[in-house]
Structure formats: C-alpha cells, structure tokens
C-alpha cells in the first residue's frame, strides 16, 4: 500500500514538493556557511518524494533550536505556508485525506527540520 500511496503522492503534488526543497537546498548551499542547511534540505527532498511509511520524530537541543529559528527566517516559512495550503486543499476531498496528512507532515517539517529524524513506521 505504501508504494502505491508513493506514486500516487508523486504524481499529485510530491514532485512539487521536493522541487522546492531541492531549490532552497541549491540556494543555501551557494554560501559556505549555508552547506549544512542545504544538505539537509536535499535529505528532506528525498523525504517529500516518498512521504508514507515515514515517520518524524522530534529530538535536539539548543543548536538544533538556534538552527531552526534562522531556518523559519530564511527560507522555512515560505515552504511550510505552500506544503499547509496543499494540505488544506487536498483535504477538502474525503479521497484527498491521507495527501493532505502528508503536506501537514511535510509543513511541520518545513518549520523545524533540525534535530527531527525520519524513521520508518514498523507495521505488524
């Protein structure tokens, strides 16, 4: 099911998504201070291309939390505001539901990408 909710995902919105994380990534790594943050807005593109079956889970400390304030400063708000909206609109549809919970999944992720893991959720 998670591969068929991939496709699906890539073909109404996901490739969209992940466009836009590769764009901030290629924009904050043309700085040298910015390489960090690019590499791992390429991690969170990949992350968008293959959204179900994943997980986030929040851990980090004062760095992670001083990173993510600069983050929603430069370049993480305007990725949540746009991966919020799909998800709202997505949503409207009963069909769309499951899309609309990835975007909101997405739009968190957008605000605070450091110290947030990805992991696979373990099915039974």
């Known amino acids: 099911m998670r591969l068929i909710g991939n496709i699906l995902w890539i073909i109404f919105g996901g490739l969209l998504s992940a466009l836009g994380w590769l764009i901030t990534g290629v924009l904050w790594c043309i700085t040298i201070i910015g390489i960090p943050v690019g590499l791992q807005c390429f991690k969170l593109a990949s992350l968008s291309l293959n959204p179900f079956g994943k997980e ?7 760095g992670s939390f001083l990173l993510n304030v600069l983050w929603i400063i430069f370049g993480g708000l305007v ?3 746009g991966n919020f909206l799909c998800g709202v609109l997505w949503c409207i549809t ?7 919970k990835q975007f909101f999944k997405l739009a968190g992720l957008s605000l ?6 990805v992991v696979r959720e373990k099915y039974l």
């Open 56 to 62: 986030v889970k929040y851990e980090g400390g004062a």
């Open 79 to 81: 990725l949540a505001i």
């Open 94 to 100: 009963i069909i769309g539901i499951p899309f609309g």
């Open 112 to 117: 605070r990408p450091f110290g947030a893991t």
